[in-house]
């Protein structure tokens, strides 16, 4: 399934900045860069909520916001892309 994961962390003080590394680097960790806080996730949906809990348990609910877009298994009709970043495809070829 993908998910979209956008998250806005206040970088005010130090704290704020050391969430923002740590949610970044999960979300880096299981998903695609699309924006400076949105991340294009394509995973299982166990894994999903692995991610979801994680991510949830990082950031201060008080100060930082994070959302979950639900875009399913056909998410390929739902995403348009234009201008600049080339689009990229998480189910094709990885070449390292």
């Known amino acids: 399934m993908m998910v979209l994961v956008s998250y806005d962390v206040s970088t005010v003080a130090k704290e704020g900045r050391t969430r923002l590394r ?17 991340f294009e996730i394509d995973v299982d949906y166990s894994t999903f909520l692995k991610v979801k ?8 609910e008080k100060e930082d916001s994070l959302r979950f877009y639900y875009l399913g ?6 995403v348009e892309h234009y201008g600049a970043k080339e689009t990229y495809d998480p189910e094709g070829v990885i070449i390292i």
């Open 73 to 78: 298994k056909n998410w390929k009709n739902r």
């Open 22 to 38: 740590k949610v970044a680097k999960e979300c880096q960790n299981y998903g695609q860069r699309v924006q400076n806080s949105v």
């Open 53 to 60: 809990d994680k991510l949830l348990k990082l950031i201060n």
